[in-house]
Every structure is written in C-alpha cells, then in structure tokens.
C-alpha cells in the first residue's frame, strides 16, 4: 500500500527546493542503476553499530527513522504520520512522553506490515544495556516504549524532557524490523552478520548484495510506499580511492554519478568543475572547525595521570587576555578563500545552525593583530628579545596539534604564521586521524587526552536542538584519567554560571527562550570566553554528475538522504 | 693508460702490502719496482675516467652546496606565509614560485633537501655499517653464521611499517623533550630507517665473504697467522666493497622515501617542517594546476638517488683491481 498522489505532493511541498527539481511524473525504476562513490566504503548497514557517515548513508536508503531533518532544520514525517507537537497532542503537556502515529499501510520490504511493535522492539534494542549502542545518547532519558495500537507508540520518560523529539529522529535512529532483529538484541548484537548487513526496511531500496568495505548493491523495494518513485532501478555504493580519485571519476570521467566528502583544496575541485561533466555541491549543516584551547596543562614534565587534569590549570590560557587575543589575531574570512572554498564559511559560533540560534553580531570576523597585541601588552605580555611574549618566566609558546590532513596542515601554517605576528610561539604537530579521534586511553595522541595547548578539529551535531551538544562542556564532562578519558569538554572548561545556563536550558520549553539560553551559552563558552575558537563552518562536500537531477543539499541527514527523488535528466 | 705489466706490479702490489708488509723480507717488490704511489690516488685516477661518475660528483656537490650554503645567501624563512602572493610562478621575487600558501619554494626546497639529504646520509650509514657488521660476522665466522642469519630473517619477516609506527609512538615524547621537536624527530627516524634497512646488505655481504673466504689469497693469509680482526679489514671488506656501495647507493634512496612516507603519516617531521618528501605529497592534490610543485621536488629526489648510485658505481669500479685500469 503506497500514499495517495496527494499526500506524497504536500511531502514535496515541504521541500521547495526538490519540487523545483524533480521531474512532475517519474516512473519507477525507469532510470536504471545509479553509481555512487563512497571512498570510504561502508563495513555495516545498521546505525546502531556504527555512525560513520560511511555506513549510515547508505544504510539511510533501506531504513528509515520516523522523520527526519530538513534542509532548514525542520522536522518532516518520513514513516510517521505527522510531526508530534503540543498542539496535535503528540508531546505531553508536561513534556514527559511522545507519541508518535506510523502512517497508514506501510510495508517491509518483506510484505509484512510495519507496527508500532517495531518501533518499541527498535528502542528496546538499542538500550539493552548489554549491546553498546553507538547511538544510546539519543535515547537518554526513555524509560520505556508503549504500544498503544498498531500504529501508535508512545515513549516515555523519566524527567520532562524539552528537546522530547530525539529517538527515531534522523537517519541514525531508524527503524528496525522486529521480526528479523528479534534474536538480535544484548550482547547478539554484534554478531547477528546476517541481519546488520542487510536489514529489512522500508526505503525506497533493498539490500541486493553488500561486500563490507567493499562493494555494497541495492534494487528496488516493491513495496516501497510513492508507486512513482524511486527513478534509479539499481543502487550501487562503491567504496575505495580517496577524495581526490572519487572527485575525478564523478567530475572528469563521470564513471560515476555521485561521490561523497570531497574535502579538497578549492583549487583542484574549481579546475575539475571545469571540464563540464559535474558539480560540486556542499550542504551546511552544524559542522564547525574549532580550535580548542586546553585549560589545563599538558606539560610533559607533570607526571602521568596529571597532566591535561584539573589539577594544574593551564599557565596562561586560563588569563582571558591571551585567550581574546588569540582569537583576534586569526583571519578566518582568509582560512575560508584558502584553504575551503566553496566548503566552509567564517564563523564565530559553534551553533551555526539553524540560524536562530545563531549569535546576531558576529564579531570576530575581521582580524585585529593591532588590537590582539595592545590587549596582550595592557594584560603585562610584554615581548622578550626573542619576540615571544612573556610575564612572570612565562613564555607564551604553544604546542598546536590536529589530524593529518592537508587542509587542517595549511590552516595550521596560517594560524601559527599570525600568532607569531602577535608574539606567540607555536609549535605545530599532526597526528593520524584514527589514532587522533580513537579512544584508546593509552595512546598519548587523542583528542580527549589533550597533550597540547591547543588543538583543531571539526565537532557537530545531528539534530536541529543543540542542547545536549552544549551539555559536553559541564563540568562533570571534562576528561579524566579516572573516566580512561572519555568525555567531551575537550577544552576542560568549567564554570557554575554555564553549568546552571545548561540546567536552566535543559528545563525551558519555550523555543524562542531556548534560542535565547543557547545564544547566551555559547557566548558565555565561545564569543565572550574564547575557551574555543570556531574557524569555519563546514560544508559536507559531494559531487554528482550534470545528469542527476533531485540531490537537495542537507547538512543534517546522510547525503543520500532524499535518493528516491534522485532521477537522470534525459 | 698504464701498460699490463705495471698493472701486474700493481696488483701484486696492492695485495702483497695488506698482510701487514713488516712481516715481509726487505726485497720488496713494491720497493724494487715501479714509484711509491698510495692506493686512494689510483683509485682517484680511475674514478675521474668514469664520465657517468664524474658527472653524478659534480651534480650531487652542487646539491649538497644549493642546501647546505643556499639558506644562507637566499634568506628567505621557508615557513613565511604570504597569501597575497600564492600559487605563483617563476618570478625574480621568487625563482622557483610560490605554493598554495605564498610560501618561497626556493627557501622551501633549500631546507627541505637539508632535511632530506641528512637523513638519508645518516640512516644509510647506519644500516650500512650494521648490515656490512653482521654479513661479515656471521659470513666469516662460522659459529656465529647460523645465530646471526636467524636474527637477519627474523627483521626480514616484521612487517616494516608498523614497527616504524611503533617506535616513533613509543619514543617520540621522550625524545623530544631532550632533543626539541625537529632533533628528536631527526634522531628517531634516521635510527628507525636504520635499524629496519640493514637485513639485505648483511645477507649479500655474507654470501660474498663465505665466496672470498675458499680463494686462495685468503688461505694464504691465514698460513701466515693473520689475525681474524686484520684478515677482515685488510682482505675480506676491501673485496665485498661494491655490494656495499650498491647497497648504499640503494639505501639513500629508500631512506628519503621512508622518511617522507612517515611525514605523510603524521609521524614525521613537524608538519611546517618542510622536507621533499613533504613537499612532493603536499602537491600531489594540485598535480594538474601547478605541476612544478611535484616536478621540483621530484626531479631533486630524483637527481640525488641517481647520482649517488653513479658514484657508487664509479667507486665500485675505482676499487677493483680488476677492473682498474681498463
């Protein structure tokens, strides 16, 4: 059973810019097999393991969350009926439980019905405790899931949540089909082959064949619910290369229709373009690219387990002085032509989006180097004769560490280049991504050890509420030896007054308050504290061949997020 | 051209001097014959008439004199970021143009060979003088063959790699701290290139010298009673030479990759630490816009290779009394 004609335009309605787009009367699976390019290929097809964009993207085509995010951070109804709010009931007065309606006459690719059931059985999978769900934060504060009928389940929770639209929101928290995940819940998880490589779903496609980290195929699903859609007949996600190889074979080949994350010197992309076969496409979500200033001290010379803790706060970042001045003397406007291009923007907020969270008056968009050194000079920095400032034998020399990446490297000579102009030293480090953003405890090299003054590397968040992306910078949410270095405030910032501001967020319904708690937040953490400096806000970089038509830019769903609107231009 | 009858003295000469000419009786043939020249000056005299060598000497002076004094005359700093004057050309500001930073190419290149050329010179020396140690050990002495052979496979058989990742994780941090950034990096990469790349040097060595050891100048050096530690420098290394020198001449070569490799990694030289490796792969993404960045630094990594092995080839030639003079 598919949606009325009617229905499936008002879901079109809701996304202007795919109506413009979209031919008016497609046929289904007229358009034949589309080549998608992920140089890094997928290894599962269940979000529930892994949220690389890698396995989530491609996992989005067969599996579908009850709605997901828009271009402009709206919710849209993908298997749900409607949005749940006050006003239709679907979000308690008290905001301690959702409910959700599925459509009417849904079907598993399988011919078995979608149910309520299925929803419950997905939320008990993901927090069985014995499983280790890539994905748990989303369920935080469930208690539990409630099948009222066969279409409707409410889930409950044990505070009154006012960000209640979470679980089940966006391609990371799909649905599952209970009958094929049934024996696959605790600690079966990881080892249900069979159903994380090819899940039953409800997309436009099915899982064909999937090679993990290799080749994954995918065909129509009959049961689809648009009778017109999707154009492509056949989905082939092929993993391997690199950004540079994918771009070619989409934008100078066109072996291939789409290829995805391209973070490449705008240079290179800019002269591919020209050769007339495709387009490059950046879709802004909340990716920024910060530099993160430690607030404690890394110093080799502390013994082990102290170093980076709270212990011993930093020498001189702690001053908001050297902070601001820091902050001034980078040019972010140049960081963007130079080394981003049409990928990234100057930002000065780590809540880029949607706009009203946004702080109103950027300030730190034009570089002040005269004004960095005056502040340095009137805080007591006064240079030595090497140049670099100092006060009380303290020099103002920093170790800058972030990942292998030709991009982040040219960003580094940049910023170490303006910082020796106000008389800072930097010491530049790069480190293997993997090892940067793994979580061993006993590598020296991770992001959330911190064995640097400052370090650079992109954060972001998934869904349109920022209020637990704010939550990482509490206290209680600094890194620590005692937690094998797990937790979020890499910074290792810690202030009551933003502790209570994330308090107060967290108990406000009220949406034009919240953007106002969050801005004041954000001031309090980056615009007015500098205890991190947003550079640029990144665009998710893909190309796709000129005779694609349908792709809509996303920044907060996987890149094939609308792929049953995808068809080719004849 | 020397006539065959002086080479004949020579030869004899050359050889008879080495078991240690005390122990000899007065007459002499070196004495008796032709005019007291040493050694290295024939060797000299044969490396000249080696085109390809000369050629090759000249070239890799030039480069070590273009890094070693260049940074003085063009005082450039290889790290200066001027984005007003990116991505340019060959210009009288800038000889050699500028990359995707504004930085100087030519200050950039200067350093970066520093860096490049140290490093293979040194891991080079080091895996030559471990390889050449442990092939004419474990080739000379038979009791050590077996132990010493084992141990050459056993490094033959770890994954080179991840043991290079291993150690620079292992001891970079202390390193560092006592040496400074670039000095620790420095002492670390060139040990670990040379302590992974002595295993083919050691193995050719030992298959020579167990060859040398059954001739008979060798036996006749032992019915005399030279001592081992003598038998080997004066007799043994001479006639190995020129596997060593190709395996030199080789080793120059993997070193700079390596150590650009490691770069490339993150795990080697600071990233504004510019070496060609790291130019080279900096530039690849921009191949087509601006392929003088990779030609540069190429065609150096290129040159050097090339000339070393040249000049090992002249010197291999240089060294052999039998092929001298001809």
């Known amino acids: ?570 | 051209m020397t006539e065959p009858s002086d080479l004949l003295v020579e030869e004899t000469a050359s050889n008879a001097a080495a078991p240690g000419a005390e122990a000899l009786p007065p007459a002499n043939p070196v004495e008796a014959g032709a005019p007291a020249r040493s050694q290295w000056r024939d060797v000299w005299r044969q490396f000249r008439s080696h085109r390809g060598a000369m050629v090759a000497l000249v070239l890799f002076v030039s480069i070590i004199l273009f890094v070693a004094i260049g940074p003085w005359l063009w005082t450039i700093d290889p790290t200066f970021v001027d984005y007003r004057a990116r991505n340019q050309g060959f210009s009288m500001a800038h000889p050699l143009g500028t990359d995707q930073l504004g930085r100087d190419m030519l200050a950039r290149m200067m350093t970066g060979g520093r860096v490049s050329i140290a490093v293979g010179l040194v891991a080079m020396s080091i895996a030559l003088t471990l390889g050449s140690l442990i092939g004419v050990v474990s080739g000379y002495f038979k009791r050590l063959d077996a132990p010493l052979m084992r141990l050459t496979e056993l490094f033959l058989a770890l994954p080179l790699l991840p043991l290079l990742l291993l150690m620079v994780t292992l001891f970079r941090e202390p390193l560092g701290q006592k040496l400074g950034p670039a000095g620790g990096t420095f002492l670390l990469i060139v040990s670990a290139i040379g302590v992974t790349s002595w295993m083919q040097t050691a193995r050719i060595v030992r298959g020579d010298v167990l060859g040398l050891k059954e001739r008979e100048f060798i036996l006749a050096a032992k019915s005399i009673g030279t001592p081992a530690p003598r038998m080997i420098l004066r007799h043994v290394l001479p006639n190995v030479i020129s596997p060593i020198m190709v395996a030199a001449t080789l080793g120059i070569a993997t070193a700079i990759i390596t150590e650009s490799a490691l770069s490339f990694l993150g795990l080697g030289f600071p990233p504004d630490f510019p070496t060609w490796g790291r130019l080279l792969f900096d530039a690849v993404d921009q191949m087509q816009q601006y392929p003088w960045r990779v030609i540069l630094p190429g065609a150096f990594i290129s040159l050097t290779v090339l000339s070393v092995n040249y000049i090992g080839d002249g010197l291999r030639d240089a060294m052999d009394p039998r092929i001298r003079g001809r």
């Open chain 1, 1 to 570: 059973m598919t949606l009325g004609p009617t229905a499936s335009a008002l879901a079109l309605a809701a996304l202007p810019l795919t109506a413009l787009t979209a031919p008016a009367l497609a046929e289904r699976g007229a358009d034949g097999e589309l080549r998608v390019l992920y140089w890094q290929a997928p290894t599962v097809l269940n979000p529930y393991l892994s949220t690389g964009a890698k396995d989530v993207d491609p996992a989005s085509m067969v599996i579908e969350p009850l709605a997901q995010v828009a271009p402009d951070g709206s919710l849209t109804p993908v298997l749900a009926a409607e949005i749940p709010s006050l006003e239709n009931g679907g979000i308690a007065a008290d905001y301690s439980a959702v409910t959700w309606k599925l459509k009417p006459g849904l079907l598993w690719s399988d011919g078995s019905p979608v149910t309520a059931e299925d929803v419950k059985f997905t939320a008990e999978y993901c927090m069985d405790p014995a499983f280790g769900c890539a994905v748990l934060q989303e369920f935080e504060g469930i208690t539990g899931a409630e099948v009222l009928d066969a279409q409707t389940v409410r889930l409950n929770f044990d505070a009154p949540r006012f960000a209640p639209l979470q679980a089940f929101v966006g391609g990371r928290t799909p649905i599952l089909q209970k009958a094929q995940f049934a024996a696959c819940k605790g600690a079966a998880g990881v080892s249900c082959t069979a159903q994380n490589f090819g899940p039953l779903g409800t997309g436009p496609y099915k899982v064909a064949d999937f090679r993990p980290g290799d080749v994954a195929q995918f065909e129509l699903n009959p049961n689809y619910r648009d009778a017109a859609k999707p154009a492509f007949a056949r989905v082939t996600v092929k993993g391997g290369g690199d950004a540079m190889a994918a771009a070619r074979a989409v934008l100078e080949s066109a072996e291939y229709d789409f290829a995805w994350n391209l973070q490449l010197p705008p240079e290179a992309v800019s002269a591919m373009e020209a050769a007339g076969k495709g387009r490059v496409v950046a879709s802004f979500g909340s990716m920024v690219e910060r530099i993160d200033l430690n607030q404690t001290n890394p110093s080799p010379e502390l013994p082990e387990g102290e170093r980076s803790t709270v212990k011993h706060p930093h020498p001189f970042l702690t001053d908001p002085a050297v902070r601001k001045a820091l902050s001034m003397a980078i040019d972010r406007q140049i960081i963007a032509e130079l080394a981003y291009g049409p990928a990234g923007k100057a930002t000065c907020t780590i809540l880029p989006m949607p706009e009203a969270y946004a702080p109103e008056a950027p300030a730190c968009l034009t570089q002040d180097l005269e004004g960095a050194r005056a502040l340095l000079d009137q805080a007591g920095w006064v240079p030595g004769p090497d140049g670099i400032r100092a006060k009380d034998g303290t020099r103002l020399a920093l170790l800058f560490q972030t990942t292998v990446n030709p991009v982040r490297q040219d960003e580094q000579a940049l910023v170490k280049q303006w910082w020796s102009e106000i008389g800072v030293e930097t010491e530049l480090k790069a480190v293997d991504g993997a090892s940067f953003f793994g979580a061993d405890p006993g590598n020296p090299d991770t992001q959330t050890k911190f064995y640097a003054d400052v370090e650079m590397y992109t954060d972001a968040y998934y869904l349109p509420d920022p209020a637990s992306f704010l939550s990482k910078f509490t206290c209680d949410r600094i890194p620590t030896p005692e937690t094998q270095w797990q937790g979020n405030n890499t910074p290792r910032f810690c202030d009551a007054g933003y502790d209570a501001g994330i308090t107060e967020l967290h108990a406000t319904g009220d949406l034009a308050q919240r953007q106002q708690f969050a801005r004041k937040l954000d001031a309090q953490l980056v615009g007015d504290g500098n205890y991190a400096l947003p550079l640029i806000h990144r665009g998710m970089v893909s190309a796709h061949v000129n005779t694609l038509s349908g792709i809509v830019p996303n920044g907060w769903e996987g890149q094939l997020w609308n792929v049953a609107d995808w068809s080719r231009v004849k």
